[in-house]
């Protein structure tokens, strides 16, 4: 069965460090995977998807993500932290059927001055 | 605009009380779901839809109805509502299945005493 980590509930950096949030995942079938931004009071909306082909995926808000199969992980990344990533962010892996996105517990950003 | 809406976006009520949760999509998206959100658990999946009146169980399906006449609205029931699904309710649809990006509802958060 597909599942989803996301190592630390919480991260903290400073505006302008780089951002890294880490998610393994676990697929009986080639993933699709996913990370969403749920802002406060928020739906949830999508960061960037992977699929086939091309390992590293870029997003909205200068985000991306890089597949590495061997190591079984999606981890998301951005060069520069600003004020406004400060937001829930969750891991997700689409179930072998199709039919649910299998979340992670999420990772709450947050971003000082 | 391409929008999930979701109806009422606050509720509190108390055990036993019926109520329905709306959710309609305006992108003729043929797949709805249902979450459910709790802190340190993420999102978990309560019924989806994959057409008009083809719905079918997620994780947690217990004590929820859902139903899919039409294929714009897919509403949420809890017949008797109860204290352990005081939590924050998100409704999704995409285009074909889980594997494409989903759109998120604005999210109902729901207090049962």
């Known amino acids: 069965a597909q599942s989803v980590t996301q190592l630390g509930s919480h991260v903290s950096v400073s505006e302008g460090a780089l951002v890294l949030l880490r998610c393994n995942y676990s697929?009986?079938?080639?993933?699709?995977l996913f990370w969403y931004v749920q802002y406060p009071n928020q739906g949830l909306q999508l960061l960037l998807k992977?699929?086939?082909?091309?390992?590293l995926v870029k997003g909205i808000n200068g985000f991306e993500a890089e597949f590495k199969k061997s190591e079984t992980s999606f981890h998301l990344t951005k060069p520069s932290a600003h004020m406004s990533d400060a937001a829930e962010y969750f891991c997700?892996?689409?179930?072998?059927?199709?039919?649910?996105?299998?979340f992670g517990k999420g990772t709450t950003l947050s971003v000082s001055s | 605009e391409a929008q999930v809406t979701q109806n009422p976006r606050y509720l509190i009520t108390v055990t036993g009380k019926k109520l329905t949760v709306t959710c309609s999509q305006n992108?003729?998206?043929?797949?709805m779901s249902w979450y459910r959100q709790d802190p340190g658990l993420g999102l978990r999946q309560i019924y989806y839809?994959?057409?008009?009146?083809?719905?079918d169980k997620g994780d947690v399906p217990e004590g929820y109805k859902v139903s899919r006449k039409e294929k714009r609205n897919f509403p949420l029931i809890l017949e008797s509502p109860s204290p352990n699904q005081t939590s924050l309710y998100f409704c999704?649809?995409?285009?074909?299945?889980?594997?494409?990006?989903?759109?998120f509802g604005p999210g109902t958060r729901l207090t049962v005493t």
């Open positions: 997700a892996v689409s179930d072998e059927a199709g039919t649910a996105l299998i």
């Open positions: 697929s009986s079938v080639p993933p699709y």
């Open positions: 992108m003729n998206h043929e797949y």
């Open positions: 992977y699929t086939t082909g091309a390992t």
């Open positions: 999704a649809s995409s285009f074909g299945t889980a594997t494409y990006e989903q759109y």
């Open positions: 839809s994959m057409n008009v009146e083809v719905t």
